[in-house]
């Protein structure tokens, strides 16, 4: 009897065990969404967490989103950097959703920042692709999409005056390179899809371009896709 009640458990076993090895391989086929980013660790570290959530989720696999590596910080070379990804035969081009995160950021006479032209074309180029590349631009910056989180900012602003008022809406400096902003933020998601759906609707009516949108995120329209892929559930019960 009890041999028999060892084997029956072994049995069970082995087809669990089956049964998740299948689920993976399923999951594994999934190359819904992969991402190139024009920051480093801001952008990195908030869209990874919107990848842990589905990987946690066991509704996706680690290869199912991508973050695809870093090696320019200027919106065409992001755009670049997206086309290039090479992983095991697999490219950019085998994703059901391909995006890039740029920002406006315009030159500053201290350093940083990229030309008009530049933020444009990858624009262009994206828009003009012959494989579908989205855009989540912000202008002036991806810490707007944060602050949109506390407040409604509809006046023009730079990246430094954000991110006084992101600290002052945080309670501590807010640093790019925390990784816990993601934790922070998303209790407050659903206000920060509508104040940046207003922004841009507001922009969009008077047909202004992105250029000269400032304060304006699109990063909502990125988070929207992640909540059909089935994280919203997880971020907030959005």
Same mark, same amino acid.
């Given at each position: 009897?009890?041999?028999?009640?060892?084997?029956?458990?072994?049995?069970?076993?082995?087809?669990?065990?089956?049964?998740?090895?299948?689920?993976?391989? =399923?999951?594994?086929?999934?190359?819904?969404?992969?991402? +190139? &980013?024009?920051?480093?660790?801001? $952008?990195?570290? @908030?869209?990874?967490?919107? !990848?842990? &959530? /589905?990987?946690?989720?066991?509704?996706?696999?680690?290869?199912? *989103?991508?973050?695809?590596?870093?090696?320019?910080?200027?919106?065409? #070379?992001?755009?670049?950097?997206?086309?290039?990804?090479?992983?095991?035969?697999?490219? !950019?081009?085998?994703?059901?959703?391909?995006?890039?995160?740029?920002?406006?950021?315009? $030159?500053?006479?201290?350093?940083?920042?990229?030309?008009?032209?530049? !933020?444009?074309?990858?624009?262009? %180029?994206? +828009?003009?692709?012959?494989?579908?590349?989205?855009?989540?631009?912000?202008?002036? &910056?991806?810490?707007?999409?944060?602050?949109?989180?506390?407040?409604?900012? *509809?006046?023009?602003?730079?990246?430094?005056?954000? #991110? +006084? %008022?992101?600290?002052?809406?945080?309670?501590?400096? @807010?640093?790019?390179?925390?990784?816990?902003?993601?934790? /922070?933020?998303?209790?407050?998601?659903?206000? +920060?899809?509508?104040?940046?759906?207003?922004?841009?609707?507001? !922009? =969009?009516? %008077? #047909?202004?371009?992105?250029?000269?949108?400032?304060? *304006?995120?699109?990063? @909502? %329209?990125?988070?929207?896709?992640?909540?059909?892929?089935?994280?919203?559930?997880?971020?907030? #019960?959005?």
């Amino acid at each position: 009897m009890a041999r028999r009640q060892k084997d029956s458990n072994r049995q069970a076993r082995g087809r669990f065990q089956s049964h998740n090895q299948r689920r993976e391989n =399923q999951l594994d086929q999934r190359l819904l969404l992969i991402i +190139a &980013c024009e920051g480093e660790k801001t $952008e990195f570290f @908030y869209f990874k967490s919107w !990848f842990d &959530c /589905l990987r946690e989720s066991q509704q996706l696999s680690a290869r199912s *989103c991508i973050i695809a590596p870093h090696s320019h910080t200027n919106p065409t #070379g992001v755009l670049s950097d997206l086309r290039s990804y090479r992983d095991d035969g697999i490219t !950019f081009k085998d994703f059901d959703h391909r995006w890039i995160v740029i920002d406006r950021d315009a $030159e500053r006479t201290n350093g940083g920042g990229h030309t008009l032209e530049d !933020f444009n074309i990858a624009l262009q %180029q994206s +828009a003009n692709s012959k494989i579908k590349v989205k855009v989540a631009w912000s202008n002036p &910056c991806f810490e707007l999409w944060y602050l949109l989180h506390f407040r409604y900012q *509809c006046t023009g602003t730079d990246r430094d005056l954000i #991110g +006084a %008022q992101l600290s002052t809406e945080l309670g501590f400096r @807010y640093d790019k390179s925390a990784p816990r902003l993601f934790d /922070l933020t998303k209790a407050k998601l659903g206000d +920060a899809m509508r104040n940046a759906k207003r922004l841009n609707s507001s !922009f =969009q009516a %008077q #047909g202004t371009s992105a250029d000269q949108s400032n304060p *304006c995120t699109t990063v @909502y %329209q990125l988070v929207e896709e992640l909540q059909n892929l089935g994280c919203g559930k997880l971020a907030g #019960g959005l």
